[in-house]
């Protein structure tokens, strides 16, 4: 399963692109927003640090607003992926842009059959938000679960992308789904490696050493 990082803070990035495990970053527009910078000058940077795919969302929530601020991002990188909106426009906008080789990830998705439309438009990725749907006592897994399934009956190219990752489980769950992606805050990622049981077995180690004779 490819680890994205879900932020917009460089920081973040360069912390989590130097423990070697990130195959990719996504931003989103309140992500961007918490960053205080411009969002291409943000893109621009991100692009230098991690060589994968890099989610950058059009503000425009019209068709002819989306596809203007697609095709100048596709001029940014090579690694810049479209994140569109699942709406009709959006959907849309996805078909477009498979059209003229524009990879996209489609974001806000909610259920099995807007991802359903999302894979028919060609989507590279869709993007099912799992913590949203369980802050509102849904089971946001189940969704994922549902999604591949469909995707593996029909054999549809489009990479599912686990967004609105809250906690480890999350990514667990990710995994053992089949997930292709999961994209993960940079604090659940530290959380990803963390264990009582290594902690207190290496201060045990530690402790021991000092007793080896040199
Ligand atoms: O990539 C989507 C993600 O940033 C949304 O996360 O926690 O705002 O639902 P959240």
Not at 16 to 31: C, E, F, R, Y
Not at 53 to 65: K, N, R, T
Not at 90 to 100: D, H, I, N, P, V
Request: aromatic content about 6%; charged content about 25%.
């Amino acid at each position: 399963m490819k680890f994205f990082i879900d932020t917009a803070d460089l920081k973040e990035i360069r912390d989590a692109a130097a423990m070697g495990v990130i195959d990719g970053v996504t931003t989103n527009p309140s992500l961007v927003a918490k960053s205080g910078r411009k969002y291409l000058d943000v893109v621009r940077e991100i692009c230098e640090i991690v060589d994968g795919p890099i989610s950058a969302e059009v503000l425009s929530v019209d068709y002819d607003g989306m596809m203007a601020e697609a095709l100048d991002w596709a001029k940014v990188h090579k690694n810049v992926v479209v994140k569109l909106p699942l709406t009709l426009d959006g959907l849309r906008a996805t078909k477009a842009c498979a059209s003229q080789g524009i990879k996209t990830n489609v974001t806000l998705c909610f259920s099995a059959n807007q991802a359903l439309l999302a894979a028919k438009a060609g989507a590279t990725y869709i993007s099912p938000f799992v913590g949203r749907l369980d802050d509102i006592s849904e089971n946001g897994m189940d969704l994922i679960g549902d999604i591949v399934t469909i995707y593996q009956n029909y054999d549809f190219r489009t990479q599912v992308l686990v967004a609105s990752v809250r906690h480890p489980i999350h990514v667990s769950q990710a995994a053992l789904l089949g997930a292709d992606v999961c994209t993960i805050p940079y604090k659940v990622i530290e959380q990803l490696a963390k264990h009582p049981l290594t902690d207190s077995g290496l201060a045990k180690f530690v402790e021991d050493a000092r007793k080896i004779p040199r």
